[in-house]
């Protein structure tokens, strides 16, 4: 029987099936060997094959050749790699500049991996209430920024309401991931966009200014318009695996489109002579920001090494 993994709290996975059933399933115990370098050899959005037993529960016995993922390496096993979710039509990165902040390089990193595999990301920018006049130029810079790069950006306020209209409709009838740090407001965005969803939501630690988890499982919810939402547990860090050395350039638009004229077709953009993305840097065509970023993500490539703070 085939169906669609729409949930996952651990060991165990909801799937509907194509005839509309509901079922709860557990991973085959020689299944979980085939990906032995991921935690979650199965994950939200799978296409799946099970068997249903007699208790009514069922085992997955073979998955569907993925569309698309978005990935990352696992906290505390970097040589293991954890999938956010799969099969997706676009994602969508809650950003806070502050209440928490949303660094840069974790937006890169969450960035270059959509990138890497085709996924059409939106960056939006939550609790503008919270913000300052400091915070909220700096907001703006930042929109201005990723704009120019070619993301989509929209600043909304989850608890009053301001810029859904413009949040609703790229949603309709799409498979739409929502990520971000844990106190970004995730949870408090699909509530005002699904109200019969529920979502748990929690305060932010104002003593560290960082989000504590609300979302302990990932979920696909249907969207009243058409289409899911995945909603997923906030991430502290953005470790970036399945990148290799001159790939990382492709997966940073800005600076993959001045690599064309460097003089030598394998250029890393540090210190090579007639490097054209560095002349790009110095005339400020390519932030230094993003250039930062990159250089993070290439040192990973290349010394297997991840910190969690990014």
């Known amino acids: 029987m085939h169906g669609l993994v729409i949930r996952n709290t651990g060991s165990w996975y909801t799937v509907r099936t194509d005839d509309g059933r509901v079922v709860e399933s557990k991973i085959k115990g020689n299944f979980r060997l085939k990906a032995i370098r991921n935690t979650n050899p199965v994950t939200i959005g799978d296409h799946v094959e099970i068997e249903i037993n007699s208790e009514g529960t069922a085992f997955i016995t073979a998955i569907d050749a993925r569309r698309n993922y978005i990935i990352r390496r696992a906290s505390n096993l970097s040589k293991q790699a954890h999938i956010l979710a799969a099969n997706i039509d676009q994602a969508m990165l809650i950003v806070t500049v502050n209440y928490p902040q949303t660094t840069t390089i974790f937006i890169d990193r969450f960035l270059a991996t959509a990138e890497a595999y085709g996924i059409p990301v939106r960056l939006i920018f939550n609790k503008q209430d919270r913000y300052d006049a400091e915070d909220t130029a700096y907001m703006n810079a930042l929109i201005t ?12 306020c989850a608890l009053t309401g301001e810029g859904f209209d413009g949040l609703r409709e790229p949603l309709r009838g799409k498979v739409t991931l929502f990520s971000g740090h844990s106190g970004t407001g995730k949870s408090t965005i699909i509530n005002r966009l699904i109200p019969d969803a529920c979502m748990k939501t929690n305060a932010i630690s104002e003593y560290h200014g960082k989000g504590m988890h609300t979302t302990t499982f990932s979920e696909m919810i249907p969207l009243p318009e058409g289409g899911y939402l995945i909603d997923t547990p906030g991430i502290k860090g953005f470790g970036t695996i399945e990148m290799e050395g001159v790939e990382v350039a ?32 110095e005339k400020h065509y390519i932030s230094e920001s993003r250039y930062k970023s990159y250089l993070n993500i290439l040192e990973d490539s290349e010394n297997r090494k991840y910190r969690e703070a990014f």
Do not use: K, M, W
């Open 145 to 156: 920024l990723y704009e120019t790069v070619g993301y989509a950006c929209l600043p909304v």
């Open 250 to 281: 492709h997966y940073f638009p800005e600076i993959f489109g001045f690599s064309a004229d460097c003089r030598f077709h394998n250029c890393t953009h540090r210190n090579e002579p007639g490097c054209a993305v560095r002349q790009a840097l």
